[in-house]
Every structure is written in structure tokens, then in C-alpha cells.
Nanobody, 121 residues
Framework: QVQLAESGGGLVQAGGSLRLSCAAS???????MAWFRQAPGKEREFAAR????????RYADSVKDRFTITRDNAKGVVYLYMNNLKPEDTAVYYC???????????????WGQGTQVTVSS
């Protein structure tokens, strides 16, 4: 069992930066961890994922070169560093855990409650 809790969302101007955190309890170190996001009226979409060891990361094309995912297994925290934010990045951001290396939301086993990120133009 894994419990996830996101924090760090907020309102930022276009071009700005935010750091999201996901505090994980349980056996989170054994899981692939990911960030998804969901904008109003849209489906939940994959943003980034990191391997259990932290040595492999994958990104959606829409966030590549702007977002960075990292993890600190000793602290049980996964981070999403978001730079050069755009209004289209506005969404609720969710942390998720999976035992497999996947990018589809339905394949993730555990989810947090989400944190709102709003980017103004």
C-alpha cells in the first residue's frame, strides 16, 4: 500500500517556475512514480515518470526540456520542477505510483488528491 500527497501548486505568471512535491508513504521506493495533469474538460494526461532508482526519466513532448522529475527515496519524496510555465500548463497535477514502467493513467495503482497549478498570461 502506498499513500501519496501532493503540495506546491499555486498561481504563477507565464515564464515562471514552480516545484511540486509528492510525499509518499509505504513501499514507494519500489514503484515507478509519475506526474499526470488534468485541465478542465480534458482527460488526465501523462507528464513525467521516474524509475524506482531515479536513474531513468521519461517526459511528455509537451513538457520536455521544461519540466524535470526527481526523487529522494530516503525522504520518500518525488519532485516535479516546472520551468518556463505556459498558460496551457494550467491543470490539477497528480502524483501516481505504478509497479510497471507505463505512461497510461489507468495502469497506475495509487494516486494522490492533486494540487492546482494556474499559469496566468
Amino acid at each position: 500500500q502506498v499513500q501519496l500527497a501532493e503540495s506546491g501548486g499555486g498561481l504563477v505568471q507565464a515564464g515562471g517556475s514552480l516545484r511540486l512535491s509528492c510525499a509518499a508513504s509505504g513501499r514507494s521506493f519500489a514503484y515507478f512514480m509519475a506526474w499526470f495533469r488534468q485541465a478542465p474538460g480534458k482527460e488526465r494526461e501523462f507528464a513525467a515518470r521516474i524509475s524506482w532508482s531515479g536513474d531513468s526519466a521519461r517526459y511528455a513532448d509537451s513538457v520536455k526540456d521544461r519540466f524535470t522529475i526527481t526523487r529522494d527515496n530516503a525522504k520518500g519524496v518525488v519532485y516535479l520542477y516546472m520551468n518556463n510555465l505556459k498558460p496551457e500548463d494550467t491543470a490539477v497535477y497528480y502524483c501516481a505510483a505504478s509497479s510497471r514502467d507505463v505512461t497510461s493513467a489507468w495502469q497506475y495503482d495509487y494516486w494522490g488528491q492533486g494540487t492546482q497549478v494556474t499559469v496566468s498570461s
